[in-house]
């Protein structure tokens, strides 16, 4: 009889947290609010750098929880403090831009925003990666932290960052005095969506969890004429071709087996007629790596591989492929240990040991970053918030048929039972790391 009042006792104790039922209580009473906002963001996304009214309704939101708020952050970032006694500072960032993807998911709430891209072109723009259900955990998070004032004490501060897209939201508002101007976090914590895994599910990657991003633009030259001319000119296209082609053996050739390259050429404009060969050709890459010394290599392969199929194509000196590279480009992210630890017991316990999943790295890219590479060397973690109907996730592993990607236009999170998890997740992590 005792050890069943004893296992009857362990058994209560395991599956009722308080917190957690405090928290579940707020997430189910505000539901209604936060896909009503889910929704509106979902259907009025902004490009990078463009992300005004995001910005806006976003600070109105914090502005209603009681948060001070300053605007305009490095761009279009917002920065909101709530303070509640001494403590430890926990710094919360969501990212607010959109995507040019034209959106298929046929959804009644479905983005039909068009608009001019950099380059004058209509595009249209779609919440293709999620940053629409991480506003929305967001300031579900801040709700459920503000009804529980009486439960923790310490400083928040909740950062909408643009950009994010285009790595160039991070790096503004750390150069226009983020963690000068407003209070220094102890840690940095972000939530980023899944289409892998299902919603309810939450994933951590120890250690490294994305990858670095550089965004390099190649202009290969030639020398125009008649298409039916060929001899007399120095055609950039077939140029162009053979420098795509070349470049793939940067990660086939060129690098350890072991180490993880992608070198994609995402976009290539060259010529305006059939019987026109055209004097340029331009191409834009994406280069992910892994290591500062493997990212070193390939960039320095990409302007050897450039120079050498220009000569090949017996190009001067004077019109040889111009490679550019950008010096703002996104750093590995790298999960700090003992947080990365802290939260997957955090969340193994709340949510059970079956919808916690260890992550593997992944070659995409991620400007939270740069949050944890000044001086200070904060302690940051971003966790990935499963958002797939768990039926066509098992569909998906019973068929090998691929899931809809993140950037996808077919990209169409479970969003009611997605957002809980995220809120909630998000809420007990920051109240575990303000202990």
């Given at each position: 009889?005792k050890?069943?009042?004893?296992?009857?006792?362990?058994?209560?104790?395991?599956?009722?947290?308080p917190?957690?039922?405090?928290?579940?209580?707020i997430v189910?009473?505000?539901k209604d609010?936060l896909?009503?906002?889910?929704q509106?963001?979902?259907a009025?996304?902004e490009?990078?750098?463009?992300?005004?009214?995001?910005?806006?309704?976003m600070?109105?939101?914090m502005?209603?929880?009681?948060?001070?708020?300053?605007?305009?952050i490095?761009g279009?970032?917002?920065v909101?403090?709530?303070?509640?006694?001494?403590g430890k500072?926990?710094?919360?960032r969501?990212?607010?831009?959109?995507?040019?993807?034209?959106?298929?998911t046929?959804?009644p709430?479905?983005?039909?925003?068009?608009?001019?891209?950099?380059?004058?072109?209509?595009?249209s723009?779609?919440?293709?990666?999620?940053?629409?259900?991480?506003m929305?955990?967001?300031?579900?998070a801040?709700?459920?932290?503000?009804?529980?004032?009486?439960?923790w004490?310490?400083?928040?501060?909740?950062?909408?960052?643009?950009?994010?897209?285009r790595?160039?939201?991070?790096a503004?508002?750390?150069?226009?005095?983020?963690?000068e101007?407003f209070?220094?976090?102890?840690?940095?914590?972000?939530?980023?969506?899944?289409?892998e895994l299902?919603?309810?599910?939450?994933?951590?990657?120890?250690?490294g969890?994305?990858?670095?991003?550089?965004?390099?633009?190649?202009?290969?030259h030639?020398v125009?004429g008649?298409?039916a001319q060929?001899?007399?000119?120095?055609?950039?296209i077939?140029?162009?071709?053979?420098?795509?082609i070349?470049?793939?053996?940067?990660?086939?050739?060129?690098?350890?087996?072991l180490?993880a390259?992608?070198?994609?050429?995402?976009?290539?404009?060259?010529?305006t007629?059939?019987n026109?060969?055209?004097?340029?050709?331009?191409?834009?890459?994406?280069?992910?790596?892994?290591?500062?010394?493997?990212?070193?290599?390939?960039?320095?392969?990409i302007?050897?591989?450039?120079?050498?199929?220009?000569l090949?194509?017996?190009?001067?000196?004077?019109l040889?492929?111009?490679?550019?590279?950008?010096?703002?480009?996104t750093?590995?992210?790298?999960?700090?240990?003992?947080?990365?630890?802290?939260?997957?017991?955090?969340?193994e316990?709340?949510?059970?040991?079956d919808?916690?999943?260890?992550?593997k790295?992944?070659?995409?890219?991620?400007?939270?970053?740069?949050?944890?590479?000044?001086?200070?060397?904060?302690?940051?973690?971003?966790?990935?918030?499963g958002?797939?109907?768990?039926d066509?996730?098992?569909?998906?592993?019973k068929?090998?048929?691929?899931?809809?990607?993140?950037?996808?236009?077919?990209f169409?999170?479970?969003?009611?039972?997605a957002?809980?998890?995220?809120?909630?997740?998000?809420?007990?992590?920051?109240?575990e790391?303000?202990k």
């Amino acid at each position: 009889m005792k050890r069943l009042i004893l296992l009857a006792l362990a058994t209560r104790s395991l599956a009722a947290d308080p917190t957690l039922d405090a928290v579940s209580a707020i997430v189910a009473k505000e539901k209604d609010s936060l896909i009503g906002l889910y929704q509106h963001l979902h259907a009025n996304p902004e490009l990078s750098f463009r992300e005004e009214k995001t910005s806006q309704r976003m600070a109105e939101e914090m502005r209603k929880l009681g948060f001070e708020v300053t605007e305009k952050i490095g761009g279009w970032g917002v920065v909101a403090v709530l303070k509640n006694g001494p403590g430890k500072t926990i710094l919360v960032r969501t990212d607010l831009d959109a995507l040019p993807v034209r959106e298929i998911t046929g959804l009644p709430f479905a983005s039909k925003v068009k608009t001019k891209d950099d380059q004058g072109n209509e595009v249209s723009v779609m919440h293709a990666c999620g940053h629409d259900m991480h506003m929305t955990c967001w300031v579900g998070a801040a709700k459920a932290l503000v009804a529980m004032k009486d439960q923790w004490k310490g400083t928040l501060v909740f950062i909408g960052q643009p950009a994010e897209e285009r790595s160039g939201g991070a790096a503004p508002m750390l150069k226009d005095g983020l963690f000068e101007k407003f209070p220094k976090p102890d840690v940095c914590l972000a939530l980023h969506c899944s289409s892998e895994l299902a919603a309810g599910t939450l994933g951590l990657t120890p250690g490294g969890a994305t990858a670095s991003v550089d965004n390099i633009d190649i202009i290969v030259h030639g020398v125009g004429g008649h298409g039916a001319q060929p001899q007399a000119t120095k055609d950039p296209i077939v140029t162009a071709s053979q420098l795509v082609i070349a470049l793939q053996t940067i990660a086939s050739r060129e690098t350890h087996p072991l180490d993880a390259v992608v070198v994609t050429v995402g976009s290539i404009h060259g010529g305006t007629k059939h019987n026109i060969i055209s004097d340029k050709v331009e191409l834009q890459l994406t280069v992910r790596t892994t290591s500062e010394e493997t990212r070193y290599k390939v960039l320095e392969a990409i302007k050897r591989i450039a120079r050498g199929v220009g000569l090949t194509a017996g190009l001067p000196e004077d019109l040889l492929p111009e490679v550019k590279t950008n010096d703002l480009y996104t750093p590995v992210l790298m999960n700090n240990g003992p947080v990365t630890q802290k939260l997957q017991r955090l969340f193994e316990d709340n949510f059970g040991k079956d919808n916690m999943k260890e992550r593997k790295p992944t070659m995409g890219g991620e400007d939270f970053s740069r949050y944890g590479m000044t001086a200070d060397k904060i302690p940051i973690c971003m966790f990935w918030l499963g958002t797939t109907a768990a039926d066509k996730v098992r569909e998906s592993e019973k068929t090998n048929q691929p899931l809809p990607s993140l950037h996808s236009p077919f990209f169409r999170p479970d969003a009611e039972p997605a957002m809980e998890t995220g809120v909630k997740a998000m809420t007990l992590a920051v109240l575990e790391c303000l202990k």
